[in-house]
């Protein structure tokens, strides 16, 4: 008889030295095979599910649920015996089918490839003023604040219709509820304030509607209550993923520097490079679902109840399944990462993430070519691991003038 591998309790920090590398014992979980048993630090067993091929047919199943009800059990924290309460409504990332298709459908034409590609010139525009204050102030600079955060929220912001002024209060809202640092004091009033900022806005769309996303929706029969959950999954889901794929990416091309060299030497790499980042990084990092019903899979029996932790940044780097996995690869052909998810909740707003980056990383790179870290690459500090998203806090950078 094989023992049966199992994980308890992964660290909250990644390794000194690692910082794009999925924890060490993530990892090692993945050599012993792509599925682990896993020792929650509330007690629960659950399993760890590291290998691609398993991780995205889970993903794909409906007997694997994301209602948020079933997930009581926190991957890294210990929470006791909570009560957790459904997803309030519109908040559809924590729902399954059919309640999950009322808020998705809806949403669905206003995120596709043409209609992105449309916002390519605004997101420019974005850029451009960014970097021109950036350039303006001189160096060194903070690449969070003045680049990775504004520009995807400005953008977020203006699909949606969240007026300019207002875009300061949930920015530092939703970077509490998402950085993984908060207490939960400081967490519930984060999501409070932005709760209720949102319910006001909802309103005053009703009243008098404008040209975005969220003017549009009042014009149909989904409820105030429905369309604030809606916009706060958008703006949260929008902005901080990325935010942090921006300084995070920058920070790894600076730390490759042959990768670098071959992105400004071929400008057309960059959809490549986009998604290599993309796997690389996978700053979207785990996910959880619960087994709906006893299931087979990798030759165990997941009973009903039971949680299961999906680690999309193992996945994207299992190496049956890519060469190399933990190479920075711009010029990788085998393309198919798991970063936005696969099934019914792959990440709704990719192509707009994706143009934002396609623009973003080449404008960067084009208007400071001296670009490197200001400090040493270990001073640089990290989200820890409790994190939903991955990233750096700050990216203290510095150019020749
Ligand atoms: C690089 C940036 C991004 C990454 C890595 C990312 C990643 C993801 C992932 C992994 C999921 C699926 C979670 C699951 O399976 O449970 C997801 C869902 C989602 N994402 Fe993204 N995302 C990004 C950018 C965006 C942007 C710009 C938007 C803009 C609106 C967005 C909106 C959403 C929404 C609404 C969902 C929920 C979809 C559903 O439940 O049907 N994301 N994202």
Redesign the pocket.
Known sequence: MTMEHTVTTLPTARRSGCPFDPPAELIDARRHGPISRYLFPDGHQGWLITGYDLVRSV?ADSRFS?RKELMRHHPLIDYGDIEVPPAPPGE??L?DEPQ?SRY?KP?VGK?TVRRMRLLTERVEQITAEHLDAMEKAGPPADLVTAFAKPI?SVV?CE?LGVPYEDRGFFQDNIDKFLGGEAGDEELFAAYTATQQYLAELVAAKRANPTDDVLSDLTDSDLTDEELRGMAL??LS???D??AN?LALGTFALLQNPDQLAALRAEPTLIDQAVEEL?RYL???KT?MRTALEDVELGGRTIAAGTSVILS?NTANRDPERFADPHVLDLRRQDGGH?????????????Q??RV??RVAFPALLNRFPTLRLAVPAEEVSLRPETADIYGVKSLPVTWDV
Request: with cysteine; net charge neutral; glycine share 6%.
């Open positions: 993903l994301s559809f990332l729902m999950h998705r949403l995120f995807p977020i699909l999954i958008l889901a929008g902005y993923t990325t794929m993309l996978s700053v979207a996910f999309l798991l970063a936005f998810s696969h099934g019914i909740h792959q990440c709704l707003g990719q707009l993430a934002e980056m």
